[in-house]
């Protein structure tokens, strides 16, 4: 049965699955293909799914966590998190931006996710705008919606780096929030700190630069993405383990409001309350022991970096126009047809998937994942050549 013509389903839901049906159909197209071609002949770059073991450190201080008995360990704590691991946070992020953060400015969170929608939560009144930058991570229509908010989509310039001026046209007495993301999902791209401070120059109060970054030290030929908190005055970090650690399915990341904004006291205190009521309580108690003891542990970039530069030459000796990406683990390159979703049906008869650019609010590319095995990668690039030629006659 349709959810639409289903009246126990919200209509707003209905739709919303109705929109985020991408990677739902990528997915369900997959298993179709591997039934048909078997599993080994289906090169799936569609997911953003960590395909590494987490670093030895994390692994180490999970034993070490499980294996110590504390009074209430596995209890209800501050909505917040444990105090000593916000406190270990905030003394490691003091040091890496010279913010000086103390525990209060921390909350632990439920992943990056979790720490989107609970400032989102704290800030928007129904009706309230929040701005994203094209192209997007596609959950953040939903973060925002959740609350009532509307979606204001601003592209990107050519080099999709944030288009200041559009921006700026973009921010209306509503306006309560700016999402940004660096290093991108889905280009790769590493906002520079010119376009940083030019954006301090015109975010107006009350509004927000929430800063997703997941993606932060996930970064290739040694580039480290400018920091955050010492450019944009009114930012509050989104930081999640998930990528950093590979381990997206443990939930545990922070948000870091700058204890310098006028209204710190008050933003900590909604934040702290919408976590609660958007039934997150508390992050999980022994994740947040683990990255408190290692939250600098990383996964090897290197990896990474090793399967962007295979897949990137490839694509460009065979005449696609795909952007090196700085961080992240995703490639965005130009689709060889206009119609992104045309050419992804041609990259899926070479049992290649991957995610029209139509699914990130800008037509005429493709997000490839490197969390793709190398094997699958290297064995996949004749079809990605096949594609081309056919696109091309
Ligand atoms: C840009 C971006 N933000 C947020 C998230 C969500 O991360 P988490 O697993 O920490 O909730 C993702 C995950 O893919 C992402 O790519």
Same mark, same amino acid.
Request: glycine share 8%; net charge neutral.
């Given at each position: 049965?349709?959810? /639409?013509?289903?009246?126990? +389903?919200?209509g707003s839901i209905a739709l919303q699955m109705e929109q985020?049906?991408? $990677?739902?159909?990528?997915? #369900?197209?997959? $298993?179709?293909?591997?039934?048909?071609?078997?599993?080994?002949?289906?090169?799936?770059?569609?997911?953003?799914?960590?395909?590494?073991?987490?670093?030895?450190?994390?692994?180490?201080?999970?034993?070490?966590?499980?294996?110590?008995?504390?009074?209430? %360990?596995?209890?209800?704590?501050?909505?917040?998190?444990?105090? #000593?691991?916000?406190? *270990?946070?905030?003394?490691?992020?003091?040091?890496? @931006? %010279?913010?000086?953060?103390?525990?209060?400015?921390?909350?632990? @969170?439920?992943? !990056?996710? %979790?720490?989107?929608?609970?400032?989102?939560? !704290?800030?928007?009144?129904p009706g309230d705008e929040a701005i &994203?930058?094209?192209?997007?991570?596609?959950?953040?229509?939903?973060?925002? #919606?959740?609350?009532?908010?509307?979606?204001?989509?601003?592209? /990107?310039?050519?080099?999709?780096?944030?288009?200041?001026?559009?921006?700026?046209?973009?921010?209306?007495?509503? @306006?309560?929030?700016?999402?940004?993301?660096?290093?991108?999902?889905?280009?790769?791209?590493?906002?520079?700190?010119?376009?940083?401070?030019?954006?301090?120059?015109?975010?107006?109060?009350?509004?927000?630069?929430?800063?997703?970054?997941?993606?932060?030290?996930?970064?290739?030929?040694?580039? /480290?993405?400018?920091?955050?908190?010492?450019?944009?005055?009114?930012? &509050?970090?989104?930081?999640?383990?998930?990528? !950093?650690?590979?381990?997206?399915?443990?939930? +545990?990341?922070?948000?870091? +409001?700058?204890?310098?904004?006028?209204?710190?006291?008050?933003?900590?205190?909604?934040? @702290?309350?919408?976590?609660?009521?958007?039934?997150?309580?508390?992050?999980?108690? $022994?994740?947040?022991? &683990?990255?408190?003891?290692?939250?600098?542990?990383?996964?090897?970039?290197?990896?990474?970096?090793?399967?962007?530069?295979?897949?990137?030459?490839?694509?460009?000796?065979?005449?696609?126009?795909?952007?090196?990406?700085?961080?992240?683990?995703?490639?965005?390159?130009?689709?060889?047809?206009?119609?992104?979703? *045309?050419? $992804?049906?041609?990259?899926?008869?070479?049992?290649?998937?991957?995610?029209? %650019? /139509?699914?990130?609010?800008?037509?005429?590319?493709?997000?490839?994942?490197?969390?793709?095995?190398?094997?699958?990668?290297?064995?996949?690039?004749?079809?990605?050549?096949?594609?081309?030629?056919?696109?091309?006659?």
């Amino acid at each position: 049965m349709s959810l /639409t013509t289903n009246s126990a +389903i919200a209509g707003s839901i209905a739709l919303q699955m109705e929109q985020s049906s991408w $990677i739902r159909r990528m997915f #369900e197209i997959g $298993i179709q293909l591997r039934r048909e071609r078997g599993a080994e002949n289906v090169f799936d770059f569609s997911l953003g799914n960590p395909e590494v073991e987490p670093p030895a450190a994390v692994l180490d201080a999970l034993r070490q966590v499980v294996s110590e008995s504390r009074l209430h %360990g596995h209890g209800y704590m501050p909505n917040a998190g444990f105090p #000593e691991v916000r406190a *270990a946070i905030a003394r490691n992020l003091a040091a890496r @931006t %010279g913010v000086p953060f103390g525990a209060e400015d921390i909350l632990m @969170t439920n992943g !990056a996710a %979790g720490a989107i929608n609970t400032v989102l939560k !704290a800030v928007l009144d129904p009706g309230d705008e929040a701005i &994203v930058l094209s192209p997007y991570f596609p959950e953040y229509r939903f973060y925002i #919606e959740n609350h009532g908010g509307r979606m204001v989509p601003v592209d /990107t310039d050519e080099h999709f780096q944030p288009d200041i001026p559009a921006i700026a046209r973009a921010i209306g007495p509503r @306006t309560k929030a700016l999402i940004l993301n660096s290093p991108n999902n889905p280009t790769g791209v590493v906002y520079t700190a010119d376009v940083l401070r030019r954006l301090d120059r015109i975010v107006p109060e009350p509004m927000l630069v929430v800063s997703d970054e997941p993606y932060r030290p996930l970064t290739y030929d040694g580039l /480290t993405p400018p920091e955050t908190f010492g450019i944009l005055r009114r930012a &509050v970090v989104a930081w999640s383990w998930s990528k !950093a650690m590979a381990i997206p399915g443990e939930r +545990i990341g922070y948000l870091a +409001i700058a204890p310098h904004l006028p209204e710190a006291a008050a933003l900590r205190s909604a934040c @702290t309350f919408a976590s609660r009521i958007l039934g997150y309580i508390n992050a999980p108690a $022994i994740w947040q022991l &683990v990255v408190g003891r290692v939250p600098d542990a990383t996964v090897d970039v290197s990896r990474y970096q090793e399967k962007r530069d295979l897949l990137c030459d490839a694509l460009h000796s065979m005449g696609y126009h795909a952007p090196r990406p700085q961080g992240s683990f995703y490639v965005f390159p130009k689709t060889p047809l206009p119609d992104d979703v *045309a050419f $992804i049906r041609l990259l899926q008869a070479e049992g290649i998937l991957a995610v029209p %650019g /139509t699914g990130f609010g800008r037509s005429g590319y493709m997000r490839l994942s490197l969390t793709i095995s190398k094997d699958d990668l290297v064995r996949s690039l004749p079809g990605f050549e096949r594609a081309m030629g056919r696109a091309r006659s």
